[in-house]
Structures are given as C-alpha cells and as structure tokens.
C-alpha cells in the first residue's frame, strides 16, 4: 500500500496571502495524483488531477505541482471561501490511497 | 447536471449488516467506474471500495474485505455497498463517487454522503 502523508497538518495564513501545502507518497506514482477541498459538512471537490491539471471551474489560483513522490498544492492568494481541508490521493495502483490532509486556516 | 444520492446509513448493532444505495443521474451510469469513500467522524477520507462500469471489476480496501460488497444496476442507474459484520470502526459517513475515466482512480463528483453508525 502507498502511504501518502501531508503537511504541515494545519496551515494559517492570512487572506490574500500564498499557502504551499505538501503531499508525499512513500513511493512513486508518477503523475496520478488528485487534490480535494473539503469544507465542514460538504462532501469532497475535485481541485486538481494528474498533479497539475485544474478540474472544471476550479479557480486559476489553485495549482498543483510535482511528480513522483513529491506534490504540491498552491493557492496564490487565499480567498474567503477557501479556508478548508485540502486531500491528495494517489491513484497509481490499489488500493487508492488519501494523505490524512491539512487545514488551511485564519491567521 | 450530475447528482449522486446516497441512501440507507442507519443506526446498526455491531455483527449487523446494511445496504447503501446512490442514485445516479446526468451522467451514461454504465459508462463510468465508481466508487465508495468513508470518513469516520473528524477524521480523513478513506478509500473504500470500486467497481468498473459494466460491474465485472471490482476492488476493497484491506479493511472490508470479505465484509462488504459493491454492485451496481446499470438499468437502474444505482450503486451499492452490502455492508455485513459491522463493526464499530465502520462508523462513518460513506461518500458514493464517480470516477472521472475507466482509467483514472481519481473521483470527480461526489454525492453529499450518508452517515452510518455502528454501536450497541
């Protein structure tokens, strides 16, 4: 099993700020990679897949990075609305497998 | 538009079994891959289980293997988990999902969940 392990666990930062979350896979797997936002009582969104693709109506600045067994996941001036928890996931072989996640909080 | 809805988390007695149903629409159901995500209260996401489009392929995590089953109808445009010998770390809400191609294993709609407890 690939174990994927994100940090930090809790990011704070102020509105219109950068943040720079990270993804690690114990092994690699390639570029299939997959970004989820996740707010309080909502159900996963698909930001990014393939590492670096945007999904439909994803905003321009969320990016993704990486390849491998290093990813990153950047927001280039933090809204309002996405203070949330943010999930990597590989799906380069089963089992699929999710980092434990960060929240990106209020500074 | 796509929508999934999940149906049948209930309150269940450890040992005891349940059936999870997801209503899918806006979308050609036989075409797509689907899959199952948990998440036990203030925890993360786990994968739990998929199955391929035409139902012939499946796959579960290590931890419900043997215990749970995934089907799909295709005519009724439905996705199942058969939940048996639950336990009390099955207790989560249980994600329904569509994967995005038959050779992707990322989810890009998700249904709003349904929660399951299990407990005495």
């Known amino acids: 099993e690939i174990v994927m392990t994100q940090s930090p666990a809790t990011l704070s930062v102020s509105p219109g700020e950068r943040a720079t979350l990270s993804c690690r896979a114990s092994q690699s797997v390639s570029s299939n990679l997959a970004w989820y936002q996740q707010k309080p009582g909502q159900a996963p969104r698909l930001l990014i897949y393939g590492a670096s693709t945007g999904a439909t109506g994803i905003p321009a600045r969320f990016s993704g990075g990486g390849s491998g067994t290093e990813f990153t996941l950047t927001i280039s001036s933090l809204q309002s609305e996405d203070f949330a928890v943010y999930y990597c996931q590989q799906y380069n072989s089963w089992p699929l497998t999710f980092g434990g996640g960060t929240k990106v909080e209020i500074k | 538009e796509v929508q999934l809805l999940e149906s049948g988390g209930d309150l269940v007695q450890p040992g005891g079994s349940l059936r999870l149903s997801c209503a899918a629409s806006g979308f050609t159901f036989s075409s797509y891959a689907m899959g199952w995500v948990r998440q036990a209260p203030g925890k993360g996401l786990e994968w739990v289980s998929a199955?391929?489009?035409?139902?012939?392929?499946?796959y579960y995590a290590d931890s419900v293997k043997g215990r749970f089953t995934i089907s799909r109808d295709n005519s009724k445009n439905t996705l199942y988990l058969q939940m048996n010998s639950l336990r009390a770390e099955d207790t989560a809400v249980y994600y329904c999902?569509?994967?995005?191609?038959?050779?992707?294993?990322?989810?890009?709609?998700w249904g709003q969940g349904t929660l399951v407890t299990v407990s005495s």
């Open positions: 999902a569509k994967r995005a191609a038959v050779t992707s294993g990322y989810f890009d709609y």
């Open positions: 199955i391929g489009g035409s139902g012939a392929t499946t």
